[in-house]
């Protein structure tokens, strides 16, 4: 019995040096990385984009963390030090940073996130209760990628943030 299966081991052994010797190997090599890289596009596609929300205000967290989490992993920070912490710990697609909280401020913060080699390309929108244009106007030369303000309906917020991944 056992000579019988070695025998037949033998004969698949050498059907596939004849396949690989006629070309066979080239076309599986290809059809693999076929394969490869159309489930590597569908793991992108189910990829949620990481959103870091910073924000000193636990309902605004909470909330922007309902209205978003659908769509996007959601990061939360408390404070402008958090957020640089976990700037370094997680890769964030983006930043939802406040303008005014305690101890660091948001265009500060955002300052620091310029300074820094690893993060200086990193898009921050603002999304704050200033809405005036002399706040939007003072964080113009850190290159914020829009300014959203906290009023605006949350249907209109989602397409800004949506809007930024299409674009």
Not at 36 to 40: A, D, G, P, R, S
Not at 151 to 167: C, G, H, Q, R, Y
């Given at each position: 019995m056992k000579s019988r299966k070695s025998r037949n081991l033998i004969l698949d052994f050498c059907l596939i040096l004849r396949q690989?010797?006629?070309?066979?190997?080239k076309k599986y090599v290809e059809m693999n990385l076929k394969i490869?890289?159309?489930?590597?596009t569908m793991k992108l596609k189910d990829h949620k984009k990481n959103v870091l929300v910073v924000d000193d205000d636990s309902?605004?967290?909470?909330?922007?963390r309902l209205w978003l989490s659908d769509k996007y992993t959601i990061?939360?920070?408390?404070?402008?030090?958090?957020?640089?912490?976990?700037?370094?710990?997680?890769d964030v697609d983006l930043v939802l940073l406040d303008y005014e909280m305690p101890e660091q401020d948001g265009p500060e913060v955002l300052?620091?996130?310029?300074?820094?080699p690893?993060?200086?390309?990193m898009?921050?929108?603002?999304?704050?209760?200033?809405?005036?244009?002399?706040?939007?106007?003072?964080v113009r030369d850190l290159h914020p990628v829009n300014y959203l303000t906290k009023?605006?309906?949350?249907?209109?917020?989602?397409?800004?943030?949506?809007?930024?991944?299409?674009?």
């Open positions: 690989y010797r006629k070309g066979f190997h490869n890289k159309l489930e590597q309902t605004m967290l909470r909330t922007l990061y939360m920070a408390n404070s402008g030090e958090r957020a640089l912490k976990m700037l370094e710990t997680y300052r620091q996130i310029r300074n820094n690893d993060t200086k390309e898009p921050v929108m603002f999304l704050t209760a200033k809405n005036d244009k002399e706040s939007e106007d003072a009023t605006m309906p949350p249907d209109e917020l989602m397409k800004s943030i949506d809007a930024f991944f299409v674009a």
